[in-house]
């Protein structure tokens, strides 16, 4: 399988179709929060820029249905200007009058970002009428947008079928993506230990199943713990169980058992009647939880079992938080994971979504090795799918 690289195309003085991915948190005024995502595409964008080319940058953000101005991209074309200082033009539009306008007057070395994506109802539709509109504003098409890489949209799947092999690529921020997961699945310095939380087993059941033959230890946190821990007969109380997987639950224990993976549960928990600030809370082992309580984050003695389990790790994946990380009173047993995490000499990949916004509320984010701009994605990649967006760049007749 060769992913054809950005490096391998003759760019020099083109037009390149940029799809990013600029999905980025921001507060109730429309302040970015986080600007990673931005900062990662950069490499990809300063490259064509050194090459002399007409630049069109495109992105989603958020799920707006139809135009909504609190989904606009201004506040990233203003980012995307402070870090590049240089102008941004800004399209009104998508692929109306106002973007291919602006398009015709682009010059060499200028950039253009256009709307919202997912301001047309094409995009995450797939549709061909709408990825071949796209497919007018560049020469070349490079996808470095990971975080939606595993969606079959316009602008990452279709949008492909306009560009012949030696028109379209992978920039920089994708192939590292897809090596560091590759090289992680297959052929990691060991010992090797999985941190897997998150609420629900569902999204995590065939991560797990793809990640045990792999790996020598794996910890399992968060509300997915719960059905776990009821598969084995214990009392959750009112935490989150989903019943329709407890046999799913056993038999990833029981494969654990003979592949020689050793399985780490909590062993305590924060336990609470209602999930508020000012709830009382107790602390008591797997064995007390009470009856209406649910369990809401580890313990301390669990946070001590799992930094014991991780002594000597030498490479960690961590994709879930361990508990109700938002909420201060239920972030304790996630965020003193993080901070041992952030302190082991390991490689330290940090699967995208949740838990890298909680390694960056931690304080964490600049000791891992290496943080994930896509959760979906790097979860999909996990569970050893080909993404849409990645398939669509595979060069047939590459090594």
Same mark, same amino acid.
């Given at each position: ?31 970015? @929060? ?8 950069? *490499? ?19 799920? %707006? ?13 203003? =980012?995307?200007? @402070? ?6 033009? /800004? ?98 310095? =060991? ?44 009392? +959750? ?29 909590? +062993? ?11 709830? %009382?809370?107790? !602390? ?15 313990? %301390? ?6 930094? #014991?389990?991780?002594?000597?790790? *030498? ?6 938080? /361990? ?12 965020? *003193? ?7 082991? !000499? ?8 949740? @838990? ?11 000791? /891992? ?10 979860? #999909?990649?996990?569970?050893?799918? @080909? ?7 595979? +060069?047939?007749?590459?090594?």
């Amino acid at each position: 399988m060769h992913i054809k690289s950005i490096k391998e195309l003759e760019l020099s003085g083109s037009s390149v179709f940029i799809r990013c991915d600029f999905n980025v948190p921001m507060d109730e005024f429309g302040n970015i @929060t986080d600007d990673r995502r931005i900062r990662s595409a950069l *490499q990809t964008i300063r490259y064509c820029l050194d090459h002399d080319c007409k630049i069109v940058l495109a992105s989603h953000l958020g799920r %707006p249905k139809g135009y909504d101005e609190k989904y606009s991209l201004k506040p990233v074309a203003k =980012r995307l200007h @402070t870090l590049l200082k240089q102008d941004i033009i /800004m399209a009104k539009d998508v692929i109306g009058e106002d973007a291919k306008k602006k398009y015709e007057n682009l010059k060499n070395g200028e950039i253009l970002l256009l709307e919202n994506l997912r301001f047309e109802k094409g995009e995450t539709k797939n549709d061909p009428e709408f990825a071949k509109e796209l497919s007018k504003f560049g020469e070349f098409y490079i996808n470095d947008a990971f975080g939606v890489s595993h969606r079959a949209h316009a602008s990452v799947e279709a949008i492909t079928h306009y560009y012949d092999q030696d028109h379209k690529g992978a920039g920089f921020l994708l192939l590292k993506e897809i090596q560091f997961f590759h090289h992680l699945l297959k052929r990691p310095t =060991r010992p090797f230990v999985a941190v897997v939380g998150g609420s629900k087993v569902s999204s995590k059941l065939k991560a797990l199943i793809n990640l045990l033959p792999k790996v020598d230890k794996m910890l399992i946190g968060g509300g997915m713990a719960f059905t776990f821990l009821k598969a084995l007969g214990e009392e +959750v109380g009112n935490s989150i169980v989903e019943d329709d997987l407890i046999q799913d639950a056993l038999n990833i224990i029981d494969e654990a058992k003979k592949l020689g993976v050793k399985l780490y549960l909590p +062993v305590d928990f924060v336990v609470s009647q209602t999930f508020s600030e000012d709830t %009382p809370i107790k !602390y008591v082992t797997y064995k007390e939880i009470p009856k209406g309580w649910m369990g809401l984050d580890i313990g %301390p003695a669990t946070v001590r079992l799992f930094r #014991e389990a991780l002594n000597d790790a *030498q490479t960690i994946l961590w994709n879930g938080p /361990m508990g109700v990380y938002e909420m201060d009173k239920f972030a304790r047993g996630s965020f *003193q994971l993080s901070h041992f995490i952030a302190q082991s !000499y390991a490689t330290k990949v940090i699967g995208g979504g949740d @838990t890298a916004d909680l390694v960056q509320r931690a304080g964490d984010d600049e000791e /891992m090795t290496f943080i994930s701009t896509g959760g979906g994605a790097s979860l #999909e990649l996990i569970e050893g799918k @080909t993404l849409p967006g990645v398939a669509a760049l595979i +060069v047939e007749n590459g090594d």
